[in-house]
Structures are given as C-alpha cells and as structure tokens.
C-alpha cells in the first residue's frame, strides 16, 4: 500500500523560509504526478505546487517566485523550499498524488494524501 508522510512544518517568523519533505513508501513517482497542498482553518485546501510526471512544474501565483517543488526520485521524497513566508501562509501542509502523466486542476482527482505537516507564520 503506498504511504505519503510530511515532515518538515514548524513556526516561523514573517520572512522566514522552511522546507518541507515527503516521503513515499515506495517508487511512486513513475507515472505518479505530485504536488504540495494547503489548507489554512476556514479556508478550502489550494493546490500550492505541483509536478508533472515529466518534470513540469506549476506553482499557484501567490507562492510563484518564493516556493520551490523538488524531488528525489532515488531516495522517493517530494520537497517544497518555501522563502519570504508570510503570515497568511499559515496552513496545514499535505502532499498528494495521483497516477496522472500532468497533474489535474481538481484537487478531489488526487487519490493519495498524507497527513500534513502543520506551517505557522508568526508576523
């Protein structure tokens, strides 16, 4: 059964930067589309980043500059470099993926969620 584990989150101030990891418990990344995701209390999950199967990369424009989606296809992470974080960040974090060649715009399509990891902007 594949398994997606986020770690990484933690608080910190306005400005700061974190990186967040995802670990799969197995090769998941062929044919698998990735992505980074957040839901902030109130508010609906929102795709943050993303990364086709080939390679692709699409970020949301509110983090396009400042967010950075990698992976490490060897030893199976997905990371998000996150810089200049701001207080209206503050979320929880999942990763997810689906077995999609470009990674969907419907967050409901992803069928493989982790547990998030909890990212606190303090201002």
Same mark, same amino acid.
């Given at each position: 059964?594949? =398994?997606?584990?986020?770690?990484g989150g933690?608080?910190?101030?306005?400005?700061? *930067?974190?990186?967040?990891?995802?670990?799969?418990?197995?090769?998941?990344? *062929?044919?698998?589309? /990735?992505?980074?995701?957040?839901?902030?209390? %109130?508010?609906?999950?929102?795709?943050?980043?993303? /990364?086709?199967?080939? %390679?692709?990369?699409?970020?949301?424009?509110?983090?396009?500059?400042?967010?950075?989606?990698?992976?490490?296809?060897?030893? =199976?992470?997905?990371?998000?470099?996150?810089?200049?974080?701001?207080? !209206? !960040?503050?979320?929880?974090?999942?990763?997810?993926?689906?077995?999609? @060649?470009?990674?969907?715009?419907?967050?409901?399509?992803y069928n493989? @969620?982790?547990? %998030?990891?909890?990212?606190?902007?303090?201002?």
């Open positions: 059964q594949l =398994h997606l584990e986020e770690s933690g608080s910190v101030p306005a400005g700061g *930067s974190l990186r967040l990891s995802c670990a799969a418990s197995g090769d998941i990344y *062929s044919g698998f589309c /990735m992505g980074w995701f957040r839901q902030a209390p %109130g508010k609906e999950r929102e795709a943050v980043a993303t /990364m086709d199967v080939d %390679g692709t990369t699409n970020y949301a424009d509110s983090v396009n500059g400042r967010f950075t989606i990698s992976q490490d296809k060897v030893k =199976h992470f997905l990371y998000l470099d996150m810089n200049s974080l701001k207080p !209206e !960040e503050t979320a929880m974090y999942y990763c997810a993926a689906v077995r999609f @060649w470009r990674c969907p715009d419907r967050l409901d399509q493989l @969620w982790g547990q %998030g990891t909890q990212v606190t902007v303090s201002s």
